[in-house]
């Protein structure tokens, strides 16, 4: 069975960090683009930032120059390094990715969701 395994989140102050990490396992032959999304309460989920196998990235306009999303290929896992976090980040952020199993079938897997919640 293939899936994402999550972890980090947790509470800190405005202006803190903290680094989510998401690890696909399972019969893997690839990975393709990771990423993170996040739904803050009465919102709809919204995508933070992605990446491809190749390292192209993308991010929302409202986490730039403060979040960096990073991947280990080899591990098939991705990082967000989230620095100057302030309250209008918080939100329950989600990993996603699309990874192809050792049978060839395309999984478009979400990870389980972990809460990262930003005081003032």
Same mark, same amino acid.
Do not use: H
């Given at each position: 069975?293939?899936?994402?395994? *999550?972890?980090?989140?947790?509470?800190?102050? $405005?202006?803190?960090?903290?680094?989510? !990490?998401?690890?696909? !396992?399972?019969?893997? $032959?690839?990975?393709?683009?990771?990423?993170?999304?996040?739904?803050? =309460?009465?919102?709809?989920? *919204?995508?933070?930032?992605?990446?491809?196998?190749?390292?192209?990235?993308?991010?929302? #306009?409202? +986490?730039?120059?403060?979040?960096?999303?990073?991947? #280990?290929?080899?591990?098939?896992? +991705?990082?967000?390094?989230?620095? !100057?976090?302030? =309250?209008? #980040?918080t939100a329950v952020y989600f990993c996603n990715a699309v990874v192809?199993g050792s049978q060839l079938r395309t999984y478009d897997l979400w990870?389980?969701?972990?809460?990262?919640?930003?005081?003032?």
């Amino acid at each position: 069975q293939v899936q994402l395994v *999550e972890s980090g989140g947790g509470l800190v102050q $405005f202006g803190g960090s903290l680094r989510l !990490s998401c690890a696909a !396992s399972g019969s893997i $032959f690839g990975v393709g683009v990771m990423g993170w999304y996040r739904q803050a =309460p009465g919102k709809q989920r *919204e995508l933070v930032a992605t990446m491809t196998s190749g390292g192209t990235t993308n991010y929302v #306009d409202s +986490v730039k120059g403060r979040f960096s999303i990073s991947r #280990d290929n080899a591990k098939n896992t +991705v990082y967000l390094q989230m620095n !100057s976090l302030r =309250p209008e #980040d918080t939100a329950v952020y989600f990993c996603n990715a699309v990874v192809v199993g050792s049978q060839l079938r395309t999984y478009d897997l979400w990870g389980q969701g972990t809460q990262v919640t930003v005081s003032s």
